[in-house]
């Protein structure tokens, strides 16, 4: 894979492209919060999609590029995403239809920020559903309304036994679940076939 650093307000980020031969959509994929991008899922999922005919785009956040596990905040998260796919926009996936996605946070921020990139679709992989609650503390509000807003197709890959749950299906979402938990590590197969199926039936959908 090429490595490229991108600058965005927030530092440089960097994109690890794989770059097909006539390719006729890219996807651009996030990691999770203190993950990165050799996630088990997303390996899988970038193989799928360049047999599907889709350059792929890898792509790590400042704060991951400069050493940090934790992230910060989702307007900064968010800020340095529509940078770099801006970027690439611009460069190597120029006139490709573009769908964006990620593991997790990046599947989040890839929900969140869906319309100002542009995107044909969105790819979200073990989307957190419902944080965590503090011991004491009134469960925090779901998540739910991050999918709810995007308005291009978005395929939702959940791990049956989450703890962060399972989003219901949805006007304008599909859902599909696969053994295991959040890391999506017991049925890699079977997420790149999901995954690869609906990138090849996803309509086309000209580049901004």
């Known amino acids: 894979m090429e490595t490229i650093a991108i600058e965005t307000s927030h530092g440089p980020a960097r994109a690890h492209l794989l770059l097909v031969a006539a390719a006729h959509g890219a996807l651009v994929l996030g990691h999770g919060a203190g993950g990165g991008v050799g996630a088990p899922d997303l390996v899988a999922?970038?193989?799928a999609a360049g047999a599907a005919g889709f350059s792929v785009a890898l792509v790590e956040q400042p704060y991951r590029v400069a050493g940090r596990r934790s992230p910060p905040r989702a307007p900064v998260l968010d800020a340095a995403w529509i940078a770099v796919v801006a970027h690439l926009r611009q460069?190597?996936?120029?006139?490709l239809p573009l769908v964006v996605g990620g593991r997790s946070s990046g599947a989040r921020v890839a929900c969140r920020t869906a319309?100002?990139?542009g995107a044909a679709g969105v790819l979200a992989l073990a989307?957190?559903?419902?944080?965590?609650?503090?011991?004491g503390k009134e469960p925090p509000p779901?998540?739910?309304p991050e999918?709810?807003?995007v308005r291009v197709p978005v395929l939702v890959v959940q791990g049956a036994s989450d703890p962060f749950g399972i989003p219901p299906a949805g006007d304008g979402w599909t859902v599909?679940?696969?053994?295991?938990?959040?890391?999506?590590r017991s049925d890699r197969a079977r997420v790149a076939?999901?995954?690869?199926?609906?990138?090849a039936n996803l309509p086309e959908r000209p580049a901004s």
């Open 127 to 135: 989307f957190p559903l419902q944080p965590s609650a503090r011991a």
């Open 176 to 184: 599909v679940t696969v053994a295991g938990d959040h890391a999506l």
């Open 147 to 149: 999918l709810a807003a």
């Open 45 to 47: 999922v970038t193989a």
């Open 115 to 117: 319309a100002a990139t």
């Open 91 to 95: 460069g190597v996936f120029a006139g």
């Open 193 to 199: 076939s999901v995954t690869g199926a609906w990138l």
């Open 142 to 144: 779901s998540r739910l």
